[in-house]
């Protein structure tokens, strides 16, 4: 696990073995989390990683999927998209991350729909 400043906090990110290790699946059904959009990864820091805070309860947020489709659907890349999800949003008053880990899942994609 490595970590990287976002401008808020400090990131804990998993990579591919943290993942497979932390939900017990095996490797396969791990990347289609990421086929289906459960969960988004960036390898801006080598190896495929994702932000630890998209995971709840050992399992992928449930409201993390809807918003990475919206987010997509508006053209933001998986980049983009973690950038999104972890930035302070003026709108939401915190990080959309925060918001939907707090139960906020309409507000987020309210505001992930106007970016279009």
Known sequence: MSETETAAAPVEWLTLPDLVEMLGEPLGRVHRLFD??????SRRNGPLAV?????????PLPSLRGTIIVLKDAGFTDD????????????????????LRDG???????VARSLA
């Open 80 to 99: 983009e998209t973690i950038d999104w999800l972890l930035a302070e949003e003026e709108s939401i008053g915190r990080s959309p991350i925060a918001a």
């Open 51 to 59: 932000p630890a805070l998209f995971l709840v309860e050992e399992r």
């Open 104 to 110: 906020h899942k309409s507000e987020v994609r309210r």
């Open 36 to 41: 289906e959009q459960h969960l988004v990864g």
